[in-house]
């Protein structure tokens, strides 16, 4: 036992494992060599390729043009727009442009992103438009109701100071997003409400108030009964460097594939609270999927999970998901209060270097089950804790999980190592399981239940230490995140 602290069972799972009832825990593309730095997500080259969209004299391939109508002027294009109707494809030679407000269904068609520059895009209800081969200035694309819109090879670079969103979809639409950049947004690099929007192929970066922010309006807070929630897709993908939070999802569902969440930072001073998180998925949200993901660098937490569900990693080890170097890197709270099953699930993880925390579970979540996965090398950081004494504090932490406010969690095949303070920390009355956790590496800071006289136990084979007093403050959850004007 010195080397491997508990084989725990519950007499529940004799014969099986948690593991094994859960779903979940059971040709790639050749990057160009010019792909920029921190561009490339396993073997992909994300964001707007280099060179022009087309060799023909107008780039009108894959776009469904019942006309096509060439512009070289301000004078052309204000004629064109009034004239189109859906089906036609506005062809928009080198050039600089203002602001283009288009009909629904009418395309936007450049050569490159380079020869063409609009201060703005502007589409209106319809169905199947395309914007492709363009840059795009400080006013963004405003997607008004239209659906089906395919915005392809555009680099959308806004301005500080000027609160424009990159991307703005409005309630009713869809989008797809490939090729792409949306950079240094003033306000959100993607914002949509009540629309679904899929991000390919595509950078998102530098954004004031967020890179990504889908809200849905279509959920009871309190029961989580949901008439329609939007949806985000993302796949091989980069969200790096943007300030408040990289990915916000409220009351919607999101599929992560091949994608890195980095470098999230601190909003200025008048942003309330900073924040500077990876991921958040809240206000009964759903991630439905997030494999071969890395959340990484943020300075606030990596993932945070709060009144929503996630199935976070797979069973396969390339479906793998990676939360490291945040100050806290999974932060579950407030989940399934009232019962549920797999309500977050955490598969083949790997949480190494993060600060303060490198799992937390509170707010009574039900139904947490962290399989297969490693918690390493957590890093002490001050953070925000409950001392007992009622007053304010901060203090010290360093954990590789903790585990708090009566939450009920299955712990299975976990990996914990290199933890500055502790391995793993229960606060006050618990129920779970915990199933062959190995501490080989936090052998001299064995898993310790505190603040703890009576009530709910872990089911265990072995006896778990027990303390009555909170010997190590326990740290404050992080607040909610507000959501953008």
Known sequence: MANRFWAWFSAAMTGSAACATVAGCGGDETASATCPEGNLVRGVCAGVPAGEVCAGETCTEGAACTSVVDVTSEDELAAAAEAAAA?????????????????????????????????GVVLAAGEGAVVRGLTVGREGVSVQGATGVR??????????????????????????????????SGHVGVFAVDADVTLERSVVAGAQ????????????????????????????????SNHIIGVSLRGATASLVDVDVTDSREGDAVE????????????????????????????????????????????????????????????????????????????NGKLDGNFGVGIGITGSSRSIILCKSAVTSTQLEWLPVFNGSGEPAIDNVGDGIDWLDGSEVTLEQ?????????????????????WKLDVTGDAAKPPVQQNFTMGERPEAEDTMPTVPERAFPIPQSPAALSSPE
């Open 87 to 119: 089906g036609t494809c506005i062809a928009l030679r080198e050039g600089r442009y203002g602001v283009l407000s288009v009909p629904g269904g009418v395309s936007l068609l450049g050569r490159s992103a380079a020869a063409v520059e609009v201060q």
């Open 414 to 434: 976990l990996t914990l190592s290199g933890n500055t303070r502790q391995s793993l920390l229960i606060d006050g009355p618990a129920s779970g399981r915990i």
């Open 272 to 347: 309330s609270g900073g924040f500077g998180g990876g991921i958040s998925v809240a206000e009964c949200s759903s991630v439905l999927g997030a494999t071969k993901v890395r959340v990484l660098d943020s300075r606030s937490f990596g993932i945070l999970v709060d009144h929503s569900t996630a199935a976070l990693g797979d069973e396969g080890e390339d479906e793998s998901i990676e939360i490291s170097r945040n100050t806290r890197g999974l932060w579950i709270q407030n989940v399934c209060q009232t019962g549920g099953a797999g309500c977050v699930t955490l598969h």
């Open 209 to 240: 108030r967020g890179g990504i922010v889908i809200q849905g309006q279509g959920c009871d807070q309190e029961s989580c009964a949901c008439a329609s929630r939007p949806a985000l897709e993302v796949k091989s993908s980069v969200i790096r």
């Open 151 to 184: 915005i392809d090879s555009v680099r959308v670079v806004g301005e500080r100071g000027h609160e424009r969103p990159g991307v703005e979809i409005r309630p009713g639409s869809s989008i797809a997003i490939v090729d792409s950049e949306i950079i240094d």
